[in-house]
């Protein structure tokens, strides 16, 4: 059955730090999202893409995030200065584009555990 | 803006219980509402799902109706198993956009 998939699964960076989370979607979606969980809190929006630009993006994505599919499989979030508070666990997730809106769920990766330290 | 409220947990419950697990929404046009489950350590993953009003989705005996005059989507199952502990997120998808709305979560934790 095709998946998300995300890499690395954990990364621990300093603060200050760029860092780069990858993402390979299913294949035949169109729709790619990034989404964050920080520990014991809610799942929060960050940026939808498509036809290979920012769709929506929430208050959250700010200057220092930016989203790139730089190849035909790859989907990656860039934090280019990372804070303690982009700690979090961070979701990429892929979904079918369908007129009929009968199969467009998000389908999620495992996710990628950032800590900033 | 499009919106969904579930209820707070935690929520503990003994095997076989009966569960719900209430989620309300606002939004404009008709959304499609689904329910995810985390388990531990682990990413989100679909339960169920309802795309029109009164549809009822349902997997793993888990169910939910799509109530439009109510504008909710209340998660049940009649005899939860241990198995079934996990963080359980209502969600929407507006009509006219592609931007998932999570609610909050509600930890649910079933003990033997």
């Known amino acids: 059955e095709p998946e998300v998939t995300q890499t690395p699964s954990h990364q621990v960076t300093q603060m200050g730090q760029e860092v780069i989370l990858r993402c390979v979607p299913i294949?035949?979606?169109?729709?790619f999202y990034w989404y964050r969980q920080i520990l014991g809190q809610k799942v929060e929006f960050l940026v939808s893409?498509?036809?290979?630009?920012?769709?929506?993006k929430s208050e959250i994505f700010d200057d220092q995030f930016s989203v790139e599919r730089p190849d035909g499989s790859n989907f990656t979030l860039k934090i280019r200065s990372t804070k303690l508070e982009d700690s979090a666990m961070y979701f990429c997730?892929?979904?079918?584009?369908?007129?009929?809106?009968?199969?467009?769920?998000?389908?999620f990766g495992q996710g990628t555990r950032l800590t900033v330290v | 803006g499009d919106s969904v409220t579930q209820m707070e947990g935690p929520v503990t419950l003994s095997e076989e219980a009966f569960l719900t697990i209430n989620c309300t929404y606002t939004?404009?046009?008709?959304?499609?509402l689904f329910w995810y489950v985390q388990y531990p350590g682990e990413g989100l993953q679909l339960l169920l799902k309802?795309?029109?009003?009164?549809d009822k989705g349902s997997n793993k005996g888990f169910e939910a109706t799509y109530r439009k005059e109510t504008t909710s989507f209340h998660l049940e199952k009649g005899s939860v198993q241990v198995s079934d502990s996990a963080v359980y997120f209502c969600?929407?998808?507006?009509?006219?956009?592609?931007?998932?709305?999570f609610g909050a979560g509600t930890r649910l934790t079933v003990k033997p």
């Open positions: 997730a892929s979904s079918e584009w369908s007129r009929e809106r009968t199969n467009t769920e998000a389908f």
């Open positions: 294949s035949n979606h169109l729709y």
């Open positions: 893409f498509y036809n290979n630009e920012i769709s929506e």
């Open positions: 939004a404009t046009g008709y959304p499609s």
């Open positions: 309802a795309t029109k009003a009164d």
């Open positions: 969600a929407l998808l507006a009509y006219n956009n592609n931007d998932m709305r």
